[in-house]
Each structure stands twice: as C-alpha cells, then as structure tokens.
C-alpha cells in the first residue's frame, strides 16, 4: 500500500526536466556548468578570437556582446586542466553566479 502512494510521486521527480541547456549545436552542457536556457542561460558559444592559448591554457578576453552575460571588459587566464572538452569544435563559456566568475570553459580538442 504505502509503494502505491510513493509511485506518482516518484514518476514526478523523474519526469521533471532537467536545469542543463543544448549548445546551438545540439549537444548538451554538463548540469554542473548550466544555468537556464538556450536564450537567458549562462553557457553559451564565444568567437575563437576571444581565445588565446597561453602557456598552461588560455586567455579569454570578453567584450560586452560576447557573452549574453558580459556587461563590460574581461580578461579570464584559464588553466588548460579545467578546461571541458567541447563536442562541435567550437569554444563555449559559461559564467555562473556573476558575469565575473567562468564556471566551466569548453575548448575544442587541439590537433597536434
């Protein structure tokens, strides 16, 4: 009886969509680095020319209208070990909780 009343509430929690958004691509960022949606989230694709790779990672100089999120200049040094591995060869940022904190940095794989 009491396995009868937990079911509804179990298919609720696992019907529930989940907080992580698609990349314009289609493929999707891991729920720690996504916040919101595809239009007001804080993961999104940057131009490989705001990307530098700098010894031991990359420089990431943002102008407003980079990211949805940048209201003004910023220059991110990004180890090369937390970097993600992006799935469409572009490089994406997300900035969670201000537009001054880079919560994960998706590069593409490097050939060489």
Known sequence: MRGAFLLPFASFVFAAPSLAHDAASGWQYE???CNGNSHNGDCQIISS?????IDGGYQVTLAPGDHRLATRSHIFRLPQSTARRSQDGEYHLCLYPTEDTPRCFYAPDMGF
């Not at 020319?49 to 790779?53: A, C, L, Q």
Request: proline letters at 0%; one cysteine or more.
């Open 31 to 33: 729920l720690f680095c």
């Open 49 to 53: 020319e705001t990307v530098r790779i």
